[in-house]
């Protein structure tokens, strides 16, 4: 997720979240059939994922910014199911297949697991001003969120998913979700 640089606008915010957002041909949620059948990546995978929530949070803070408290409450509700189900393919599938393939158990992964904490902290004050119908709150929090997020994906993205291409190179994102499914 991406900050406009006038994040104090709310039009702009929103804006700067969806142009952050693109299609997305699946989600980790679900097995799809893409590429002709061909395995992805896990940078491929989970990077798509990201996108997915990107649009599930837009569309809670679009409906905030037009007052649809019952519609944003619904898609935020969305966006943190999506959310947690992917730190659960990260942290209980992704990380520990890596930690165990490179033996690296204090570096990014712990990392992103301390982050993983931070964002579900500051979304439940994202939750309370939703529940209090609070859209300067909300916007205020959705903006510090989007920043965390947008730092976190972009290491995930950047660095760890590549190193996890690299290190892993016979899990695909289609054998996390079947990992997980069998959980």
């Not at 679900?30 to 996108?51: C, N, P, Q, Y």
């Not at 679009?62 to 019952?70: I, K, N, P, T, V």
């Not at 520990?96 to 004050?125: C, K, S």
């Not at 916007?139 to 972009?154: D, E, P, V």
Request: aromatic share 6%; hydrophobic share 45%.
């Amino acid at each position: 997720m991406v900050l406009a640089p006038d994040a104090t606008s709310g039009t702009n915010f929103l804006m700067s979240i969806k142009e952050a957002s693109r299609p997305s041909p699946y989600c980790a949620g679900k097995l799809h059939a893409v590429h002709g059948g061909a395995m992805t990546s896990i940078s491929e995978f989970l990077t798509t994922d990201h996108r997915h929530g990107d649009e599930l949070f837009a569309a809670a803070a679009q409906a905030a910014e037009q007052g649809d408290w019952a519609v944003c409450h619904q898609q935020f509700n969305a966006f943190l199911r999506a959310l947690k189900r992917h730190m659960k393919i990260e942290e209980e599938a992704l990380f520990p297949a890596f930690e165990q393939a490179t033996g690296i158990t204090a570096g990014p992964t712990r990392v992103m697991r301390h982050e993983h904490q931070q964002m579900l902290a500051l979304l439940e004050d994202v939750a309370a001003a939703i529940a209090a119908h609070d859209a300067a709150r909300f916007r205020s929090l959705a903006q510090s969120f989007t920043a965390l997020m947008g730092s976190h994906s972009a290491k995930e993205e950047n660095v760890l998913y590549p190193m996890c291409d690299e290190a892993l190179p016979g899990l695909s994102g289609e054998k996390l979700q079947e990992m997980m499914a069998q959980r």
